[in-house]
């Protein structure tokens, strides 16, 4: 196999987990935005509450992922574009066998798109 591709798959998963961490951030940021709101009562008991339920789901969901990727094997994988259609497949189950909310599929998606379009 090619150091050229070892090194793209490692930039690649590098930059993936710094977009994916800024990811989580902007959940926490949204969750105390809506605390704020909250306590502010400028949302109801409800509303708070069903965003909070989201928007956590959606950070368990991003978390484990990101602990998924930190323990992959560039090995295992010929390119970055096999690496990247495994990344895929892999949240679509995390979604599906946990029971995430379906909007983190597209968070992830777009960060991996956006990281293969910088790193490819």
């Known amino acids: 196999m090619e150091k050229n591709s070892d090194s793209k798959k490692e930039k690649f998963l590098k930059v993936l987990i ?9 959940i926490k940021m949204l969750i ?3 605390k704020d709101k909250h306590s502010h009562e400028e949302i109801s008991n409800y509303v708070y509450l069903e965003n909070i339920a ?3 789901n959606e950070l368990f969901g991003v978390e484990g992922f990101i602990e998924d990727i930190r323990s992959i094997n560039i090995d295992d994988f010929e390119t970055v574009e ?3 259609d495994d990344l895929l497949k892999q949240i679509k189950e995390r ?5 995430l909310v379906h909007s983190i599929i597209y968070l992830v998606e777009r960060k991996i798109k956006k990281v293969a379009y910088y790193i490819c």
Do not use: A
Request: proline share 0%; aromatic share 0%; glycine share 4%.
């Open 95 to 99: 979604v599906r066998e946990k029971g």
């Open 18 to 26: 710094v977009e994916l961490e800024d990811l989580d951030e902007d």
């Open 82 to 84: 096999n690496l990247i």
């Open 54 to 56: 989201v928007l956590q």
């Open 32 to 34: 105390e935005e809506c």
